[in-house]
């Protein structure tokens, strides 16, 4: 399970990295989903590692 919730997590930032949408991935206990927001917050590359 954990595995498959970080290649989801994964995917959707590969998505956002691809977009000009800016955007967050919210995680909750019904699943994750993908927000728009007009914030716009940078994410470094080892936050992924």
């Not at 989801?8 to 956002?16: C, P, Y």
């Not at 800016?22 to 019904?30: A, E």
């Amino acid at each position: 399970m954990p595995e498959d919730l970080i290649k989801q997590l994964e995917v959707g930032s590969e998505f956002l990295a691809k977009t000009c949408l800016h955007s967050k991935i919210i995680i909750t206990v019904d699943g994750i989903q993908l927000v728009e927001t007009k914030e716009f917050h940078p994410v470094s590359g080892t936050l992924l590692d």
